[in-house]
């Protein structure tokens, strides 16, 4: 009989084994095998995370208003995290200037990867907001809803205050 311990394979099963009654009669156990044809299979290891210490902090401090980190026009990777973490982007319209904002990430179609949008003018109003599942949120101001000249600021959140994820700014002015 193969037995786990403490997230360690003690010895490879090579068989299904279902142990009915072992320690009373309604016990039911079922020992599953950890192995395949190159050994123990590791059940426990870390999880493979892209959020980086230096991917994290990238633009910090940025987590409010106050403290939006300027950009201009361009791509720009960062990331969402700790778990309730918001970034701050501030940059300028000018007179007659189309603005693309496009957010691109990879929710898992999970709450804790969703990623969302508010903009807001440099006084702190809210202009607009972009919610959705997908894995990417876009907002485009042109023509007849062109945003006029001023410094306006970014928020990237998350779905819930437990999201975190990296993600892809792209900022477009024409």
Sequence with gaps: MEMRTAGTIVKPLLNL??????????ACSLILPFDDENGPIVLDAAPD??????????????DSLNEAHPIEAGSFTAALCPAGDRDHYAFDVAENQDLTIQVTFENGNTPAGDLDLILFSQSGQEI???????????????????????TYILEIHGFNEQSTNTYTLTLTLQ
Excluded: H, W
């Design 17 to 26: 084994t279902l142990l009915m009654g072992l320690f009373s009669a309604s």
């Design 49 to 62: 995370s892209s959020l980086t210490e230096q991917i994290c902090s990238k633009y910090e401090d940025n």
């Design 128 to 150: 607009a907001q972009q919610r959705s599942t997908e894995d990417e949120e876009k907002m485009v101001f042109s023509d007849e809803n062109a945003l006029p000249p001023e």
